[in-house]
């Protein structure tokens, strides 16, 4: 039932706030728990409506809610903790539950159709214009660059702008695998610099699938493993994408981000309650 499951995920984030010694006002009528609760679930059940959320939580979950303005201010103020929490949760597969094959990708988010890109209001830069190379369309927005395990559970989840290929984003990233773990990726993170220092610095195996004038071949059996581990992330990606409406809706370019990571979050906070 979605009682219980929305029961099981105020658990899971009150356990986590609390393990990470979170602070707030003691007399607070809702706390944060609550807030971040609303809000995965906003995005879980919801497609991101959270006053349609606020108003399902006060009839069958909590007794008294606040107003959706002083939802958003209080939601904006914790997108550090969500997304340490998204990390934490992360952490717990790779060194925990000891996941050593992990798989990159990215997809696009538009932030409004092309047509309209010189009116919108949420990013003014030509730095989110991108191209999306299997739709064969330029879309205006930012890019979710996701790491999962083998099974599709997201990790860690980068925002970058819209017209950042891969392979330039892959050396700025930031990424805590374990030592002597696999990470696979397609074609478009290249960069035999960048592999040559994961597997030398970081002890991580970057599995890249090569191009048909790639310099570094792959056999046909190694090929084909690197093809059938992107398609786990490419389901993820599609069931992610499943969650959002056709357009987010979002006043400033910080609360559209923010909605980003809450969609990443509650897939990743629902496949652990099945787990």
């Known amino acids: 039932m979605l009682q219980d499951k929305v029961i099981a995920i105020y658990c899971l984030t009150d356990d986590l706030l609390k393990e990470m010694n979170h602070k707030e006002h003691k007399n607070r009528l809702f706390t944060d728990g609550q807030v971040i609760t609303t809000a995965l679930v906003s995005a879980l059940y919801f497609r991101g409506n959270q006053s349609l959320t606020l108003d399902y939580m006060h009839s069958h979950i909590f007794d008294q809610v606040i107003k959706k303005s002083g939802f958003t201010k209080r939601l904006h103020k914790l997108k550090e903790t969500l997304m340490f929490i998204l990390l934490r949760i992360g952490r717990v597969f790779k060194y925990l539950c000891c996941e050593m094959e992990y798989i990159i990708d990215s997809f696009p988010v538009k932030a409004c159709h092309n047509i309209r890109i010189n009116r919108c209001k949420l990013f003014r830069d030509e ?126 370019a910080n609360g559209f981000l923010l909605k980003l990571i809450l969609f990443v979050m509650a897939f990743q906070v629902d496949k652990c309650i099945l787990e």
Do not use: C, W
């Not at 369309?137 to 099974?151: C, N, S």
């Not at 696999?182 to 610099?193: A, C, P, Q, R, V």
């Not at 570094?216 to 992330?233: L, N, S």
């Open 127 to 252: 730095k989110y214009r991108g191209y999306n190379a299997s739709k064969r369309e330029h879309f205006y927005g930012v890019k979710i660059q996701l790491v999962t395990t083998a099974d599709g559970i997201p990790v860690e989840m980068y925002l970058v702008e819209g017209a950042e290929h891969d392979s330039q984003i892959l050396g700025r990233m930031y990424h805590d695998l374990p030592p002597e773990s696999s990470l696979f990726g397609d074609s478009g993170y290249t960069n035999y610099e960048i592999e040559d220092m994961f597997r030398e610095v970081e002890q991580v195996d970057l599995q890249i699938s090569r191009k048909s004038n790639s310099k570094r071949k792959d056999i046909p059996a190694v090929a084909f493993i690197k093809e059938h581990m992107r398609k786990r992330i490419e389901t993820t990606i599609s069931q992610i994408s499943a969650l959002m409406p056709r357009h987010i809706n979002a006043v400033t």
